[in-house]
């Protein structure tokens, strides 16, 4: 059944390459919890207790604004195919905008992917695994385009102003820094 660990392992390391899908959960001390789900080829494990993840743009930028106002963060993965498990990566974390070093630093870690908002650099503290008896089978069939089409055909400028728009704030008011 479940174990917790200090660190992520060779299996979990292998399980998470695996995966098509994870979930972000952030929350300020005031204000709703968000849990996201992200896709497409965004994750990158660093080291056994560092990860990396590109966030793109979104109708929303809750994980931006929470992790300002505090850097706790949990990421799941589910098993939708083969043995089941969940897998849960505890800790802190910081965000890098287009402006920061370390942006630049990690974006190459990544594809060329347009509308690429932030990255968001993780320590984990805690890898907690379930047994994911009761997470379904589900088969990937591919990954949706929709949003490379809408940046691309929107160019740089006009994303821009979208952050300005629909990226700025929370919707509890928060800043993200955008």
Known sequence: MGKKLKALNKDLVEFIKTQKLFFVGTAAHEGRVNISPKGMDTFRILNHKKIIWLNLTGSGNETAAHLLKNNRMTILFCAFEGKPMILRLYGEAKIFHKRDQKYDEYISLFPKTPGSRQ???????????????????????????????????????RIEQYWKEKNAKSIDGFETNI
Do not use: N
């Open 119 to 157: 990255i968001i650099e993780m320590h984990i503290d805690l890898v907690q695994t379930s047994c994911g008896y009761a997470v379904p089978f589900m088969d990937f069939k591919e990954e949706r385009t929709q949003l490379k089409s809408w940046a691309e055909k929107q160019g740089k400028d």
